[in-house]
């Protein structure tokens, strides 16, 4: 049997704390807040990995009316996707939601490890269906999830390593609705990051993501947003992305066409067709 955390508080005024906090302020109106459809939870939880929430909202509602569906998705051309995509950023997660449309058939699994098989599918992210779509009392832990645990349980450590959170997180579970408390926790963990600062700079496993501007990641993207609008020869590609290096433009793009997420048809450059 597992021992219980010894520093933890009584769990019943824990609860009280985050479901009064999202019964006033929680953020209910997010419109994957609204559907248990695992497709559409689905999309949700790719588009939100290290995609701020509002930037998300703006583009989920139109990307679920292009692709209403499963079939929908499959069926589209890479290159639409990606279109449909862009101002999100990370762009690789729209090729793996797309290859991933394509080896369901139709229908997301309902079991855990069975979405882990998917292509570009986590233990977050499969974790996230099983419970905003199906409603199971998986324990799972992201960012918002984390800040809540390290600031009302180890507000004053440092270097907590998440198998010190995740008992906490199984003995707190709201295992008749996980769908409700789940969402309490993140606008909850949202809320204390802005009041308390980012508590998850004490996780043992923290690390700060790498700046943008001027990244790989900021040409692969530049690229791609050209791409989208119009077929190109290097050349133009070079002329419209001047800032960026010449070399570092070139070397990209082939990481781009190895990757399938652009093709090459002649001189000319474009989005999958």
């Known amino acids: 049997m597992k021992r219980k955390p010894t520093n933890i508080r009584t769990d019943t005024a824990f609860r009280r704390t985050v479901r009064t906090f999202y019964r006033k302020h929680g953020r ?8 248990a459809n695992p497709y559409r939870i689905l999309v949700s939880e790719v588009m939100l990995q290290q995609t701020q929430v509002p930037r998300v909202r703006e583009k989920y509602t139109a990307f679920i009316k292009q692709f209403p569906t499963v079939h929908a998705l499959a069926a589209a051309p890479l290159g639409e996707v990606l279109r449909a995509w862009q101002g999100l950023g990370y762009n690789r997660r729209a090729k793996m939601l797309h290859e991933c449309a394509k080896v369901v058939k139709g229908r997301l699994p309902k079991t855990y490890d069975e979405l882990c098989s998917l292509p570009g599918i986590g233990p977050y992210t499969a974790s996230a269906v099983m419970v905003f779509a199906y409603n199971e009392p998986i324990v799972m832990i992201e960012t918002n999830i984390k800040t809540v645990y390290l600031h009302h349980y180890f507000n004053n450590k440092k270097n907590v390593p998440d198998s010190a959170l995740l008992p906490i997180i199984e003995q707190t579970l709201d295992r008749k609705n996980p769908r409700e408390w789940y969402a309490a926790l993140m606008d909850y963990g949202t809320h204390l990051k802005k009041e308390f600062g980012n508590a998850n700079v004490r ?65 000319l450059y474009r989005l999958p067709e």
Not at 28 to 35: N, S
Not at 219 to 225: C, E, M, Q, S
Not at 227 to 246: I, V
């Open 28 to 35: 209910h109106d997010l419109p994957w807040r609204k559907t």
């Open 203 to 267: 996780s043992k496993h923290y690390t700060k993501q790498s700046a943008f501007k001027g990244s790989d990641r900021e040409i692969r993207g530049a690229i791609l947003n050209v791409l989208s609008a119009r077929k190109c020869t290097q050349d133009a590609l070079h002329t419209a992305l001047k800032q960026f290096e010449r070399e570092r433009i070139n070397t990209n793009l082939a990481a781009l066409a190895h990757e399938d997420m652009v093709e090459q048809k002649g001189s």
